[in-house]
């Protein structure tokens, strides 16, 4: 299995249950770093492009959002030049283990 991980910006959320067990969800509006790992022989990137959070004090954070295969986006910790640099590294690598076996 390939597996490409990287740090990602995603909001939090703290679920808990009242007292009739009903379920509540506490989204947290600021970004927080998680790390992912994508396993890219069942998911892939699509494409990816510079782009800007802003965190509930309009203060812009940049960043790469990442266009996945299933139709879905994430947004990388890395600016677009390093996500891209390593992501093409990783391509290369995959590229020489597909080579030799």
Not at 7 to 26: A, G, P
Not at 53 to 68: A, G, R, S
Not at 78 to 96: G, M, Q, R
Request: hydrophobic share 40%.
């Amino acid at each position: 299995m390939n597996l490409f991980e990287f740090k990602i910006y995603d909001t939090h959320e703290v679920q808990s249950f009242d007292s009739d067990n009903t379920l509540i969800v506490k989204v947290f509006s600021y970004w927080h770093k998680f790390n992912l790992t994508l396993a890219t022989d069942y998911l892939w990137i699509t494409s990816y492009r510079e782009y800007t959070l802003f965190d509930i004090d309009q203060n812009p954070t940049e960043c790469t959002k990442v266009y996945l295969s299933d139709g879905t986006y994430i947004y990388a910790v890395l600016k677009y030049d390093t996500f891209d640099k390593n992501f093409l590294a990783y391509l290369e690598t995959i590229k020489v283990i597909s080579d030799n076996l």
